[in-house]
């Protein structure tokens, strides 16, 4: 490790004793360095940080954190989540509402949006809420309700929010699980009524689950995988697969 990245590295490691993450962008104006230097440090050799979207971090396995945006799940699969978040992007025209959801992968999907596309994104957790706020030319509208600190979402109060009034044009939805015969789950029980509920006002619906997440079944079950209208992963499923979604009519990217 050379000595400029290890002071880099050092200083970065301060700025998160005073809080949670900082943004790559913060992060590069702080050490008056480019973001690609930032990104290009923590990519190079294993550190006590990590990037997660457009957030620097404390490694999780190093601080002992065991909150829901510090778990293990946020550090899986990251080469995937965001070749996941690239094509995803693509899906995302100017003037459209579009309702994120609040799994691992959602925040590499904005990450990747874009600076110059005007969108509204509707969200109900923190974390993608924050990514959400670092695009120009977007729209934010955050669900409130109760706010849950181990999972950083937003539950309903009385039954109703915000999206009760709302009509997007895609919804971005994650999971932990993905069974031909179980349909898609989740292992978050608080998940369920938000996903169901931005399932049921969009007019399309969208997958994102890297391959990992295939054959898996959580506890929590809030939909069929046949209403999802499109299906977005990180390589070519097995071909069992590929005949449902072709069966199905749904559409799948990877």
């Known amino acids: 490790m050379s000595s400029r990245r290890t002071e880099r590295i050092y200083k970065l490691t301060q700025i998160l004793k005073d809080t949670d993450k900082v943004y790559v962008r913060d992060a590069a104006q702080q050490l008056n ?3 690609m230097t930032i990104r290009r440090d923590l990519n190079a050799e294993p550190s006590s940080l990590i990037l997660l979207g457009g957030y620097i971090v404390t490694d ?40 994120f959801d609040s799994g691992t992968t959602v925040p590499f999907i904005i990450e990747s949006i874009p600076d110059e596309r005007c969108f509204t994104g509707i969200c109900y957790s923190l ?11 977007c729209k934010v509208i955050l669900c409130g309700g109760e706010f849950k600190t181990s ?24 999971a932990a699980g993905v069974s031909l015969t179980q349909g898609v789950t989740t292992f978050i029980l608080d998940e369920i ?8 006002v969009a007019s399309q619906s969208i997958l994102v689950a890297d391959h990992n997440k295939f054959e898996q079944v959580r506890v929590g079950r809030f939909a069929s995988l046949d209403a999802f209208t499109c299906v977005v992963t990180d390589c070519q499923p097995d071909s069992d697969w590929q005949h449902y979604f072709k069966q199905q009519g749904t559409r799948l990217l990877f």
Not at 62 to 69: C, D, S
Not at 162 to 167: D, F, I, N
């Open 33 to 35: 360095v480019s973001e």
């Open 60 to 99: 999780p396995k190093v601080n002992g954190v065991n909150q829901y945006f510090f778990c293990e799940q946020q550090f899986k699969n990251i080469d995937e989540k965001r070749y996941i978040g690239q094509l995803a992007a693509q899906l995302i025209n100017d003037d459209e509402v579009i309702l």
């Open 127 to 137: 974390n993608t809420f924050m990514a959400l706020q670092e695009k120009p030319n």
């Open 151 to 174: 999972t950083h979402i937003f539950t309903t109060v009385g039954g109703h929010n915000e999206l009760h009034y709302l009509r997007p044009h895609k919804a971005f939805i994650s």
């Open 193 to 200: 009524t938000l996903k169901t509920q931005a399932m049921a």
